[in-house]
């Protein structure tokens, strides 16, 4: 078969099958019912959905529920060499399921496509294949990603998931393998290299932009976390 994306829709009758490729379901409206390998349960907006070849799967969907689909010849070794049926995506990839559907739904384009699906691979090749994050958690985690640039208070944080502060920081650090803080500190830090690599703007404005207002704070962290200064990671 050909490797390839596409946007579908769900039957809202439980469908058993199964298939001679692997495919891959992303929701970007909605969510999918599905039973696949020691999984059963429910695949919503920000995570994803493995069905190796070969693996009998039954799922059902709500009509209006739309998801990127991607059928593959083989998976990246992150995936592949894992028995994880269901992971939690990034942002990157997030953000990339986006220009996918966009571009899929308004024009015929073989060479793009083709283009998109390596994109497509290399970054899913990138995902850290995190479980299933609890509900709650990864609206704590949407809030990080959203609100970097300001305050992240664990105190806060345990309130956008309706928690306890305890119950919040020993849930987190199950769900993520990482504290609140070590978690907000990656981010932070990978957007900071992200950042510094990719565009022309001023240290103090990439340290305002990960959460850092003083431009000394910023640098020691970042000196910390990668074992040089921002100044000498950017010459």
Do not use: W
């Amino acid at each position: 078969m050909q490797n390839m994306l596409s946007i579908r829709s769900y039957n809202t009758k439980p469908v058993n099958h199964s298939h001679c490729f692997n495919q891959l379901v992303l929701p970007i409206r909605g969510a999918i019912n599905i039973s696949v390998g020691n999984f059963n349960g429910r695949v919503a907006i920000g995570e994803c959905v493995v069905v190796r070849s070969s693996e009998e799967h039954i799922f059902t969907a709500d009509v209006e529920a739309r998801f990127v689909v991607a059928d593959m010849d083989e998976l990246p070794v992150n995936i592949s060499s894992s028995h994880c049926n269901v992971f939690s995506i990034n942002s990157p990839l997030k953000s990339y399921l986006t220009f996918i559907e966009s571009q899929l739904e308004n024009k015929i384009n073989t060479q793009l496509e083709q283009s998109m699906y390596h994109l497509f691979f290399l970054i899913l090749a990138e995902q850290p294949l995190l479980p299933k994050i609890d509900n709650r958690i990864s609206t704590a985690i949407s809030y990080i990603e959203k609100y970097m640039a300001t305050p992240l208070q664990i105190k806060f944080l345990a309130s956008t998931a309706f928690l306890s502060e305890t119950q919040f920081k020993k849930l987190f650090k199950q769900q993520t393998g990482l504290t609140v803080m070590k978690y907000v500190t990656k981010l932070r830090m990978e957007k900071a290299q992200a950042l510094l690599t990719h565009t022309d703007y001023p240290l103090h404005i990439i340290g305002e932009m990960v959460g850092y207002q003083e431009p000394s704070a910023f640098s020691r962290k970042f000196s910390q976390y990668y074992g040089l200064s921002p100044t000498k990671f950017k010459k």
